[in-house]
């Protein structure tokens, strides 16, 4: 049987058809107000419809014009911030529906919300997890059991928050792979991916990464490799790249300045894991200079946005990360890009399609296919409001 996670992954991340030219997409505005910095998907009424979720509101497929109250709606300015800067769908109670996790301000408690299953009336509250650390928490299935997991940090320890359906009202269980070190409510960077190719998610992270044991034990420290990939990372994701069969690693520079990468994995005589990196926009760009920057990357997804079974690069500028004056270049055009992977005998490309000038991201970005044409869209909530960009063929 497909888990809800498989049947939203299958839709959402899969692509359709090769596409003949890059996709065109139509900006649709949901509302001007500020409630998140992150916005999500599922099929909230089980009508085979994607529909998103952005802040106290779900609005429904196929249109997103009709919207339903999940909490109590609280407008925020956009100067400062919200408590709600991420959000994530499952299935936390086992009982068909789609429910929904808000990651708050980092370091205060996060909770899901209990779809009602079809009825009118609130959707109840459960407290998940106290203190939610890191500023871009990931989701996504780290120890094989088909259940998504929170990864992000939490009392000075790098780990992943599992849930237990069969006890809905009992808090996650989080698993550190770490010792207690120096991470704080505003660590950037997590991520994922099998970097030494044994079958097995290791953890990312701004300074190296975390390998997971084949017999992994409660209390005992995952191995760390030490590498530095970025100074302050956004989500950071692991994925062969280049095409050689070895796990490379996607991820910004600095999510407050500039810096897209990709590291290339290389091994030496010992079989000793190392990287090279590879600019995709520079950490230190020319600013006198006409060609392509992006200030405040603060989010990035991946999805196959041209059908050629290669993921690209979806991601943009945050808007107004720390207000109007904070941050480089913070009154620049809020744009979304997609940067597609070539491979060539020449090396790897990445191709920027800018999709909008006037949305940017928030500390997330989702693709997900909403309108079923085989193409990924794309998802915004931010201090600009809630954004979709949906493709047209």
């Given at each position: 049987m497909k888990t809800m996670s498989m049947v939203l992954s299958l839709a959402c991340v899969l692509a359709g058809a090769a596409l003949a030219e890059a996709p065109k997409f139509k900006k649709i505005r949901l509302t001007d107000t500020f409630y998140c910095e992150g916005a999500y998907f599922a099929d909230f009424n089980k009508d085979g419809k994607m529909d998103i979720v952005s802040g106290p509101f779900w609005y429904q497929g196929p249109d997103f014009q009709t919207k339903h109250q999940v909490r109590e709606p609280k407008g925020y300015d956009p100067k400062g911030y919200s408590d709600n800067f991420l959000t994530y769908t499952g299935d936390f109670n086992a009982d068909g529906w789609p429910d929904i996790f808000y990651c708050p301000w980092p370091g205060k408690d996060g909770y899901w919300y209990e779809n009602p299953a079809g009825k009118s009336g609130e959707w109840k509250k459960h407290l998940a997890l106290k203190q939610v650390d890191n500023e871009s928490p990931m989701w996504h299935d780290i120890d094989g059991d088909g259940k998504p997991d929170l990864l992000f940090n939490t009392g000075g320890y790098l780990g992943y928050a599992t849930y237990d359906t069969s006890k809905p009202d009992q808090e996650w269980t989080f698993h550190a792979v770490s010792p207690k070190g120096k991470y704080h409510k505003y660590t950037h960077g997590v991520g994922f991916g099998d970097i030494n190719g044994d079958g097995r998610l290791d953890l990312l992270e701004a300074e190296g990464w975390?390998?997971?044991?084949a017999d992994a034990k409660a209390g005992q420290p995952w191995t760390k490799k030490n590498f530095k990939f970025a100074d302050a990372a956004c989500q950071m994701y692991g994925y062969d790249v280049d095409g050689d069969g070895k796990t490379d690693v996607i991820t910004s520079w600095h999510c407050h300045a500039y810096g897209l990468l990709w590291w290339k994995q290389v091994r030496n005589d010992k079989g000793e894991i190392s990287f090279e990196k590879h600019e995709i926009l520079p950490a230190v760009p020319d600013l006198k200079s006409p060609a392509l920057r992006i200030s405040q990357l603060h989010a990035i997804d991946l999805a196959d946005f041209n059908g050629d079974g290669q993921k690209d690069i979806l991601t943009g500028k945050r808007f107004w990360s720390h207000g109007p004056t904070g941050d480089k270049e913070p009154g620049a055009p809020a744009v979304v890009y997609w940067f597609e992977l070539r491979r060539t005998p020449q090396g790897v490309q990445f191709v920027p399609h800018q999709i909008d000038d006037d949305s940017g991201?928030?500390?997330?970005?989702?693709?997900?296919?909403?309108?079923?044409?085989?193409?990924?869209?794309v998802i915004v909530g931010n201090k600009k409001g809630t954004f979709l960009h949906l493709s047209q063929k």
């Open positions: 975390w390998e997971q044991p991201v928030g500390t997330q970005v989702a693709a997900c296919d909403l309108n079923g044409d085989g193409v990924p869209d």
